[in-house]
């Protein structure tokens, strides 16, 4: 087993579930629907919850507490895409982001059901049920919104080609992807690219919008390997504002 | 407007105070009852409302609203207007005096749920197959087993409500996890006794 | 959560005289039986206004709360932390639907009083009305002002109104965590770096003058008063909230060696009765009447948030859906 490797994938789910979660969380109490406001704050302490579970992972694997590694890092050593890092925008941009990357991250957990690593198959097998609750919100949502009004239409298709090469960013390959396959601990990111696309087509279809020509969108990449958009350091100095006051305090 | 000490009201875009629009009533949504299983052994119970476009986003606001805490193995979604509701009887009479009993025929599934007191919420008692909500009402008379006076009885479609499923459980499996927002989580005694047996020798000092 | 048990105005003494006085007296004999009103049942309409008024000033004192703790989401200090933050001010909105909700079985829609609150028609708790400017603020906030309207919610659920005692048995749940979680964070703060002890006594610093006001003044009994507690609408009077929150905190506020801001503050042996500063009530009134720090900013967050949703809720309407009013 390459510690490396295995480290690599989990560094870069967490990362991404913990910016996403945060970008998620700047909603609670500004949502359209009290009733929404509440599931989507809820979907955000889902994904901070699960964030902490593979930082706690990492920290088995010889990396620091979850505290220090979240809130301590610069920008240039976080691994997460930088679809998660972009601002909350408009609602629709925001529930895009979370259909779009919340159908790729139920499908990576049902992928890594099959992991050789036994702690990633099991945090995978007990995620999954809350991934369901999230791609069931997305689902409803995506139908409402895409078959809503005109504007709602507009709005949601405008957020879909604004979302896709960020999104497309999330399959950026790893250099340790052949490694990985072939240790059978994730069935890489391209494999996951192919069932996310099937799936998303498919509730699209349903809808009024139209999915973009994924081979005329230029993935952003980079986030994985440490290069990230102007949005990310701001983030995490807001994130680490108060810790800052003084590391070493117990808040 | 001067910042704001919130950075995510600084990002929000504040409209100013004179671009003030009055609320549409276009804007109310419809209501949906919800009725949350607390655990297997448990029969399901109403909890209250939300608002939503169809039972499915009803379903969906309800999961979060009535089932973050605690356990639950299954949720219910109705739409108000799809509830036959009896009167509410006094002096410990039952909705079921004065109604004739009828024998279970054709018809559609229909559920049955009691009230029996004021303050209490609606719970399930039985399923009837029936020609109409009031025929099923006569029916449960006849076919359930009733001796506690009932209150109040709701009567709805089986085909009206949205059901979670079997395979929808594990939505709530990771809720027992959830201890962060749970007062267990929150001991501090320990931490008082320190400090005071601290400040208690510097005291002496 | 926030406030509950107050009117923030007066309402124009109305009399019960054009009621059916046959139905008024079942009524109230009901409640004197200790039996709750449903939303089926006859109820005088000064009844339903007061009470329409009162859980819709709650609703709205929660959906403003969720703002002032809103503020540290984003910059809450570790993961317990982080959770634990996002998952209370959920709780309010959360508190906000339920309590609506229950003022909706009396008939008003929750878009109209939404409408009420960012036209400035409706009030809410003063306190939100106070900038959270540190995280020791937000700890403040997440224990004290939580303990006010806990000792509110928990008296307010003996009243009369099943709907409403429904809503606030829930509410009294999840507050436990709030409180817990506040006292937890505050004791860490007092318990800490001198640095987080400074941060914490400047924020009770800040915040005891309006936790003051958080009970509202002294009510004289009038006729009007009378009414409300005999139809148990309002079950404490003002000074009891305020003395018995005086009489659960101070002491823990005090163990932790922090200093209240009040120097005539004590606790009278003789009469048990908590000795105080006489709070302003001018600057309560002036504002509650809207010259607060944070007024401007908490409305137009309000009127923003429901203008940037305007698009969504109106592609959920669906042209042959009727509202009808909830059950229970």
């Known amino acids: 087993m390459n ?87 408009d609602y629709s941009f925001s529930l895009m982001r979370h259909f779009l990357f919340d159908t790729a991250e139920a499908a990576r957990f049902e ?12 945090l995978a097998i007990k995620f999954l049920g809350e991934s369901r609750y999230h791609t069931m919100h997305a689902d409803t949502w995506m139908n409402a919104l895409g078959k809503g009004t005109d504007e709602s239409i507009e709005r949601m298709q405008n957020a879909l080609d604004e979302c ?55 993935p952003a990449f980079g986030g994985r390997i440490g290069d990230h958009t ?16 003084d590391p070493h305090a117990d808040w | 407007m001067k910042e704001s000490l919130d950075p995510r009201i600084n990002r929000f875009n504040l409209l100013s105070l004179d671009d003030l629009q009055a609320k549409p009533t ?49 949720l219910w979604t109705v739409s108000t207007s799809d509830i036959y509701c009896t009167p509410t009887t006094e002096n410990k009479q039952s909705v079921y005096e004065g109604i004739p009993e009828a024998e279970e025929k054709e018809g559609e599934s229909y559920l049955i749920f009691h009230l029996l007191k ?44 949205f059901m979670s499923l079997e395979e929808d459980k594990v939505i709530w499996k990771t809720l027992p996890e959830k201890t962060f927002r749970e007062a267990i989580d929150y001991r501090g005694s320990d931490k008082i006794e320190k400090f005071k047996q601290e400040q208690g020798k510097h005291h002496h000092e | 959560m926030y406030g509950g048990g ?96 229950a003022a909706e079985t009396l008939g008003k829609t929750r878009e109209q009083m939404i409408d009420d609150l960012i036209s400035g028609r409706s009030k809410y708790s003063n306190v939100f009305n106070y900038p959270a400017f540190t995280w020791a603020d937000s700890c403040f906030i997440s224990w004290l002002v939580d303990a006010g309207a806990i000792v509110n919610q928990v008296a307010n659920s003996r009243g009369s109104y099943g709907p409403y005692c429904r ?85 823990k506020i005090w163990e932790l060696e922090l200093t209240i801001p009040d120097p005539k503050l004590r606790k009278d042996p003789d009469s048990g009765q908590w000795v105080y500063t006489e709070p302003d009530w001018e600057e309560f009134k002036r504002v509650i009447n809207g010259d607060g720090p944070c007024n401007k900013e908490r409305l137009a967050v309000r009127r923003t948030a429901e203008e940037h949703g305007r698009w969504v809720r109106k592609a959920l309407q669906k042209p042959n859906s009727k509202y009808l009013t909830p059950l229970a």
């Open chain 1, 3 to 89: 510690n490396t490797a295995l480290k690599d994938l989990v560094y870069k789910m967490a990362d991404d579930q913990l910016i996403l979660g945060h970008r998620n969380s700047e909603w609670i109490g500004l949502g359209p629907i009290l009733e929404e406001d509440i599931a989507f704050a809820s979907m955000a302490q889902d994904k901070v919850g699960q964030s902490l579970a593979f930082y706690s992972l990492l920290n088995q694997l010889g990396e620091g507490e979850p505290d220090s590694i979240a809130f301590f890092r610069h920008a240039k050593q976080f691994h997460c895409c930088h679809f998660v890092e972009l601002p909350i925008g």
């Open chain 1, 164 to 218: 896709m090469p960020y999104a497309l960013g999330i399959y950026e390959e790893s250099e340790f992807e052949t490694q990985l396959i072939s240790d059978r601990v994730f069935a890489g990111e391209l494999a996951l690219r192919e069932i996310w696309i099937e799936r998303i087509n498919s509730l699209i279809a349903k809808t009024d919008l139209i999915l973009p020509d994924l081979a005329r969108c230029s």
């Open chain 2, 118 to 161: 004021r303050g209490k919420q609606h719970k399930c008692v039985g399923q009837v197959i029936a020609a109409s909500h009031k025929q099923a009402l006569q029916v449960a008379k006849h076919v359930l087993d009733i001796t506690k006076p009932v209150l109040n009885a709701w009567v709805i479609k089986e085909s009206d409500i």
């Open chain 2, 26 to 74: 276009l804007d109310q949504l419809p209501t949906y009852e919800v009725f949350v299983q607390p655990n297997e052994d448990k029969t399901f119970q109403h909890e209250g409302i939300v608002h939503a476009s169809d039972q499915r986003m009803a379903f969906v606001f309800a999961k979060e609203q009535f089932s973050r805490r605690s356990t639950c193995t299954g």
């Open chain 3, 6 to 101: 107050n009117l923030f105005e007066t309402i124009k003494a109305e009399s019960v005289s054009h009621e059916d006085q046959g139905q008024l007296e079942k009524f109230e004999q009901r409640i004197d039986r200790g039996e709750k009103i449903e939303p089926g049942d006859w109820m005088p309409d000064l009844y339903r206004k007061q009470l329409i008024r009162m859980i819709e000033q709650h609703a709205h004192s929660e959906v403003i709360g969720a703002l002032p703790e809103g503020t540290w989401i984003t910059r809450a200090p570790g993961f317990k932390r982080k959770l634990a933050l996002m998952a209370k001010v959920q709780d309010e909105v959360g508190h906000a639907q339920l309590l609506y909700s």
């Open chain 1, 111 to 122: 992928l890594l059901k099959a992991s050789s690593y036994e702690p990633l198959k099991n």
């Open chain 3, 167 to 251: 809503a606030l048995e829930r509410i009294c749940i999840e507050e436990s965590f709030h409180l817990k979680f506040g006292h937890h964070c505050v004791i860490h703060m007092a318990t800490g770096t001198a640095k987080q002890r400074e941060m914490m006594q400047a924020a009770i610093n800040r915040w005891w003058a309006p936790m003051m006001h958080f009970f509202g003044p002294s009510d004289k009994i009038s006729a009007h008063s009378a009414t409300l507690m005999r139809w148990k609408v309002k079950i404490l009077s003002n000074d009891e909230t305020r003395q018995q929150w005086l009489d659960m905190y101070v002491p």
């Open chain 1, 230 to 245: 102007e949005y990310l350091q701001p983030l995490l100095d807001e994130m680490s504002e108060v810790v800052n006051i």
